[in-house]
């Protein structure tokens, strides 16, 4: 296992169109993360899932964006109607997560960056 | 609303020097986490920070986590070029182990 996987590395897109990007987690990770990072900021959370469960998303995931877990392996996240204040990078990582270990590391993919013309 | 706030927010500095990045959070916590990005790549993990007084070294880069405070240090012993990158802590705060992060601090060093 190489890590976390993102596809596409780079998506430009037209105002308007639907994207959909693919993270392939590490393969024994039980949580899957999403966020989005703009130039000179922090991973902003946009949502998270415990094997095929979605537990959380945040306010920044309007109803434009959707993502699932098929299956709690790899994940896609769509966003519709891209507009340009779409344009940002969008980071998937995984973790393990256990009462046992009592830490949440994330191991980052590449990231997808996305620009909205 | 936790917050977590890094400070400097830059800095430039020259090959030899010592200096210290500030990372505080507003609520209780007792794990933090130092993240490193290299400009145009992804995120990777240097420190995981566990309890008070909590103290781990890599390197020229030393971090430490004071929770009566809510403020963690990482220390960067006579600088070298390589460590130019953007330094970001994250603090988790639920039982759910979700991450709060810092805005980052970009570390320049200069030859």
């Known amino acids: 296992d190489t890590g976390v996987s993102q596809d596409p590395r780079h998506k430009i897109t037209k105002r308007g169109q639907n994207v959909t990007f693919r993270c392939d987690p590490i393969?024994?990770?039980?949580?899957l993360y999403w966020y989005r990072q703009t130039l000179g900021q922090g991973p902003e959370f946009l949502t998270y899932?415990?094997?095929?469960?979605?537990?959380?998303k945040s306010r920044l995931l309007s109803d434009r964006f959707s993502a699932e877990r098929p299956k709690g392996s790899f994940s896609t996240l769509e966003i519709q109607r891209t507009e340009q204040g779409d344009s940002a990078m969008y980071l998937c990582?995984?973790?393990?997560?256990?009462?046992?270990?009592?830490?949440?590391?994330?191991?980052f993919g590449a990231g997808s960056r996305l620009t909205v013309l | 609303e936790l917050k977590v706030e890094q400070n400097p927010l830059f800095l430039s500095m020259q090959e030899g020097k010592n200096y210290t990045i500030y990372c505080n959070y507003s609520?209780?916590?007792?794990?933090l986490y130092w993240y490193r990005q290299d400009p145009g790549k992804s995120l990777e993990s240097l420190f995981v920070?566990?309890?008070n007084g909590a103290v781990k070294q890599e390197g020229r880069l030393m971090a430490s986590l004071d929770t009566k405070a809510r403020l963690s240090t990482l220390h960067i012993t006579a600088a070298v070029h390589d460590l130019s990158a953007t330094y970001f802590c994250?603090?988790?705060?639920?039982?759910?182990?979700?991450?709060?992060w810092g805005a980052g601090t970009k570390l320049i060093i200069k030859p």
């Open positions: 990582a995984s973790s393990l997560v256990s009462r046992l270990r009592g830490a949440n590391v994330l191991t």
């Open positions: 393969s024994e990770h039980n949580r």
């Open positions: 899932f415990q094997n095929e469960a979605q537990l959380e």
């Open positions: 609520t209780t916590s007792d794990r």
């Open positions: 920070l566990l309890s």
């Open positions: 994250a603090v988790h705060v639920d039982s759910n182990y979700q991450l709060i």
